[in-house]
């Protein structure tokens, strides 16, 4: 029997209406300060919509520096506006890394695309 990933994977969605919830309670009760994290305080303050998903959501919500960030949906005005450089694409997605400190994000792609 096939499963579907999407059902079961845990995601952060930003959208304008998110500006005050900066704060994300976990099943267990465990609160995360999604603010803490520069990428998510940066898109948070530019009230971008965003959905995050993958293994970045997981080393947020265990305090870890995530080594990069894989966004389902976001605006790549958003992303040049916060000074990221397309660096490369594959058949799953869109590569943009900040120079500055070194932040990779992931755009992507959805079966729709």
Known sequence: METNRMENRQSIIGTKEWKALYEKTLPDGKV???YQDALLRELIKEEAYFELTGGAVVD??????????D???ISQAVLEHLNFKYNYETATATTYVRESDGIIVQCLKTSSQ
Do not use: A, S
């Open 32 to 34: 995360v300060d999604l």
């Open 60 to 69: 947020i919500f265990e305090g870890r520096k995530p080594k990069d960030y």
């Open 71 to 73: 966004f389902i949906n």
